[in-house]
Structures are given as C-alpha cells and as structure tokens.
C-alpha cells in the first residue's frame, strides 16, 4: 500500500511570495496533520485536518493555512513568504486520529522549502 | 506546557554495541509516546508506539520503555549495527480537553551513528 506522498520535493522561494504544498494520505486514512521541522525549533505542530475540517492548530501565525479536499488530501500554504520559512515541510497522516488515539502516524519524506 | 528532552544529544558507538536512549516529559498526562527514526532528509518512520496504560514495547532489537509518573522513556537498541545510524525522536501525545487531535509534542532527537 502507497505511503504518505508529499509534492514537490524541493521548492526555491523568494521573500514575499506564496507557497503550497501537496499531501496525499494514505488510502483509507481520514486524519492529516502538517509538521514544520527546523534545525533551531525541531519538529513544530502546524495543524491537523479530518473530513475536511480542521480540527487542531498549533502556534503558527495567520500565514499558514490549509485545507483537506473530500478524498482526503491536503494542501498547506504559506503566504508573503520570510526567511523563517525556510524548513522541512512534514505531512502525516493516520486513521482518524479520535482524542487519545492509540494510533501510529505515518509521514511523508517532506517537502523542503527555501526562501531566499 | 508539554516539553520532551532527549539525551544524549548524540552518541557514537561501535557496531555490536548495546545501547539506550533517553526521553524525558514534563507533563505526565500523555496518552501514548511514540519514538520514531528519521534518515537525513527524510521523513520519520514510526518504530514503536506505547500506550500510557503500557509499560513497554519491542519490536525485533528494539525495546522501549514507558514510566509515566517520572515523565520517562528509554529506547534499548540491542548489538547495533551501522544501518541503526540515524536520527531518533521521542514523541508523546498529551491530552488537553479535546484539542490533540494529530498533535504530538517532538524531542529534538537523538543522533546515532554506528561505525563498522
């Protein structure tokens, strides 16, 4: 069975533009969270999304965002871009992640965005 | 608050070694902890998963271990092996009145390198 498949790859930005980023779950898996991990900061919670709905929002400013279409894919974006921004763009994605899930999360191998 | 230290920070041992890495939690209403390896540039691949009514967890060399009123785990890796070399990071899901949905709290890792 597909892993989570995260596009594009790689991504060179410039400050102030926009970004978005694509997550395909695993089929049958309903719950995607998005992770940025940085060098300084590690692995931070962006957000979770379940049924098109999002359910749970880390610490992050009005800039990110995203979405969950109706066969369960996400997409994040990022707008006016900074330097900051630079970092390894997680997707992951699980069942339905209930409250005090005893469910794995299984990740993409990320998306690494640049901002120059 | 939740937080999660690993140490050592990074270790280096050599193959055939027994090893332990530590993960400690200030916030002792978890509903599971997760370590999980990552390769350089990639994503996180899950190893094991404990749930807070458990006490351990193994899977192959790998043993894990769960003591939540010390806000503890370990991570034993038996005679190790230069393919072991990686990235590990502990995580746990804490719960908080209903918004933990996708949300896992990350260590900032621990880095293994096993040399022939």
């Known amino acids: 069975k597909a892993g989570v498949t995260q596009t594009p790859r790689y991504l060179i930005k410039t400050r102030g533009q926009q970004v978005t980023l694509s997550c395909s779950p695993i089929?049958?898996?309903?719950?995607v969270s998005w992770y940025q991990q940085t060098p300084g900061q590690g692995l931070q919670f962006l957000f979770e999304?379940?049924?098109?709905?999002?359910?749970n929002k880390g610490n992050f400013p009005g800039r990110f965002s995203g979405r969950q279409f109706s066969n369960s894919r996400s997409e994040m974006n990022v707008s006016t871009l900074e330097l900051g921004d630079s970092a390894l763009y997680l997707c992951?994605?699980?069942?339905?992640?209930?409250?005090?899930?005893?469910?794995?999360?299984?990740f993409g191998s990320g998306t690494q965005l640049s901002v120059l | 608050k939740q937080e999660v230290t690993q140490i050592p920070a990074a270790l280096s041992v050599p193959e055939g070694e027994n090893l332990v890495l530590n993960c400690s939690f200030t916030?002792?209403?978890?509903?599971?902890l997760q370590w999980f390896r990552q390769d350089p540039g990639k994503g996180l691949t899950s190893l094991l998963l404990?749930?807070?009514?458990?006490r351990e967890q193994t899977s192959g060399r790998l043993n894990a271990s769960l003591d939540k009123s010390s806000g503890r785990s370990t991570l034993y890796i038996a005679a190790s092996q230069p393919g072991d070399s990686a990235t590990y990071l502990c995580?746990?899901?804490?719960?908080?009145?209903?918004?933990?949905?996708?949300?896992?709290?990350f260590g900032q890792g621990t880095i293994l390198t096993v040399h022939p």
């Open positions: 992951a994605s699980s069942l339905r992640w209930s409250d005090a899930t005893n469910e794995k999360l299984f």
């Open positions: 089929s049958g898996h309903r719950s």
């Open positions: 999304y379940f049924s098109e709905t999002q359910r």
């Open positions: 916030d002792s209403a978890i509903y599971n």
């Open positions: 404990i749930q807070s009514s458990q």
């Open positions: 995580a746990v899901g804490t719960n908080a009145g209903g918004t933990s949905y996708g949300k896992l709290t």
